[in-house]
Every structure is written in C-alpha cells, then in structure tokens.
C-alpha cells in the first residue's frame, strides 16, 4: 500500500519528531510511506474563521497534493475531520472538486484508526515503562467517533499502565483560535485539565492531536509539572521491539 503522509502544519513546524516517529512505525508495519510537499495548510483556520474561499484553496491544492494514494494518514483527528467532513461540503457544487474531494475524504485516516483498522493491527510489539493517562481531543472523538483505535494500541504497550482521565469528555480549551480569542477562559479550561491529568498520577499525557498536546503541554511547563507529553506515534516509535 502507498500511503501519503499528511503531517498538518502545526506538526510540520512545531513537532516534526511526530512525523518521524509515524513514518518509522508505519515502516516497519509494511507501508510505503511518501511525503508529498505539495501538501499545505488543510485550510481548517480560514474555514473556521468564515473565509470559505480561501479554505477552498487550500483544499484544492491538498486534493493535488494527495492525488494517487491508497491512503492519506495524518498524526491529527483534527485535521482529518476537515478533510472527511468539510471538503466533501466547502466544494459541493464544485465541478470534478466535489467529486475529488469525496475521494480523498474516504481514504484519509488518523494515524491509530489507520493501524488498527484499515491494517487490522491491534497489537505492536512495544514497550514504555510508566503511567500515563490519554486526552480525547474533540475532533477525534466526537467529530470522527474515535475512542477506542489509541486504547487499543496504548493497552498492549509492554510495562505502560494506562488510566482513564476523569472528565475524558471535556475539552482541553485550545479549540483553535479559541485560545487565541478565549485567552482567559482557554487558560482556565487547561488547567482544570491538567488537574485531573494530575488525579491519574500519570507520567505522560499522550494524545493523536498536537494542538492539544501543545496547549496543555504549555500550561504544565508554566506551572512546572514533570508530566510528559507524547503522541501516540511517539509512544510506539520508542518502544517498538526489534
């Protein structure tokens, strides 16, 4: 299978070890993994914020940009609800962009839903000793209905004791240009967070959105919590077994 990595740009700028971390995963489970650098913004800031002609843009040039992948998988539930659920109704009415869009929303993945059920892999041999505790981003879980594909691999990670966040429903407060127009309340939603990230007694905060993770992993530097931050590609890539 060839696949078509889609980094979203706040990974490709500020964390690109969790690129790195998936293509070598995805490697070493078989897939063909490309790195198209066509690839841009999906466009999901300018949609959100009203501006459809410059999201359809950049859905436009993503739609190029993936043409002839068996799949398209991305770190980021976020940015693959755009993709699934909004090109498909930015571009209706769109011509042959309609159409191109649909295609790619069907085979655009998260990275977890990609390995446990397009690759039907449930386990990976891994292992991270630890404690740790995982954030549901909203995209992810209720935009795309994805609890379980992360659990599914965290669980059978060797020595990594996973405990369920309370409140797991809530939202962590970055939302986008939420945190940059919400300061006061985005900041309050994140530390309400981190304390119950605290109640777990965990280690490590693992997610499949670095927006989040860069939210709360902010808030828990400023406040000098030695909690560390990781996405689930990172947790696999390090402690994957020869």
């Known amino acids: 299978m060839r696949v078509g990595l889609y980094i979203t740009c706040l990974s490709d700028v500020f964390f690109p070890e969790v690129g790195i971390s998936m293509v070598r995963v995805l490697r070493r489970l078989g897939v063909d993994v490309d790195f198209p650098e066509a690839q841009t913004c999906c466009g999901q800031p300018a949609y959100n914020s009203g501006y459809r002609e410059e999201a359809k843009k950049a859905a436009r040039q993503m739609i190029r940009a993936f043409d002839g992948y068996e799949a398209v998988v991305t770190p980021s539930g976020s940015c693959a609800a755009m993709v699934r659920h909004d090109y498909p109704k930015l571009l209706t009415g769109d011509g042959e962009w309609e159409t191109r869009a649909r295609e790619l929303a069907d085979k655009c993945c998260e990275f977890s839903e990609f390995i446990v059920k397009h690759l039907g892999k449930q386990r990976i041999e891994a292992r991270l000793e630890g404690t740790a505790t995982y954030h549901h981003s909203c995209h992810m879980y209720r935009g ?3 609890a379980d594909p992360p659990l599914t691999l965290l669980s059978r990670v060797e020595g990594l004791t996973v405990k369920e966040l309370p409140h797991r429903d809530d939202c962590c407060g970055f939302g986008g240009t939420f945190a940059v127009k919400m300061a006061d309340i ?9 304390a119950h990230v605290e109640d777990t007694g965990a280690e490590f905060l693992i997610g499949s959105d670095m927006s ?10 400023r406040k000098g919590k030695p909690v560390e931050i990781l996405h689930v590609a990172q947790v696999l890539d390090r402690g994957m077994i020869s």
């Open 212 to 221: 989040c993770l860069m939210h709360l992993g902010g808030r828990l530097r």
């Open 144 to 146: 795309l209905g994805l």
């Open 186 to 194: 985005s900041t309050a939603m994140a530390d309400e967070k981190i």
